[in-house]
Nanobody, 121 residues
């Protein structure tokens, strides 16, 4: 079992930045686990935004160049730095972990509760 706790969401204006954090715990979590961020906008399906593991990183085309995922293995924490936010980035952002690979949504088997990100125009 893996527990994931997100923080850092909020309301910002277009062009501003936010950083999301996710702390993982539980016996099933290891440094080789993939960690990622998946978002769900109103009326849309969940979509993988970014992922990271020891093998590398993944970004959805819609966030490349604006979002950066990173990881602190000493503290089992993943971050998502989101710059130049746009109204279409508005969504609930879920932290996820699993065996991977990082670019495959079904590779994430544990989920956090989600944090709301709202970008106003």
């Amino acid at each position: 079992q893996v527990q994931l706790a997100e923080s850092g969401g909020g309301l910002v204006q277009a062009g501003e930045s936010l950083r999301l954090s996710c702390v993982a715990s539980g016996r099933a979590f290891s440094r080789t686990s993939a960690m990622g961020w998946i978002r769900q906008a109103p009326g849309k399906e969940r979509a993988l935004v970014a992922g990271i593991s020891w093998r590398g990183t993944y970004y959805a085309d819609s966030v490349k160049g604006r979002f950066t995922i990173s990881r602190d293995n000493n503290n089992n924490t993943a971050y998502l730095q989101m710059n130049d936010l746009k109204p279409e980035d508005t969504a609930v952002y879920y932290c996820a972990a699993g065996p991977g690979p990082v670019n495959w949504g079904k590779g994430y088997t544990s989920w956090g509760q989600g944090t709301q990100v709202t970008v106003s125009s």
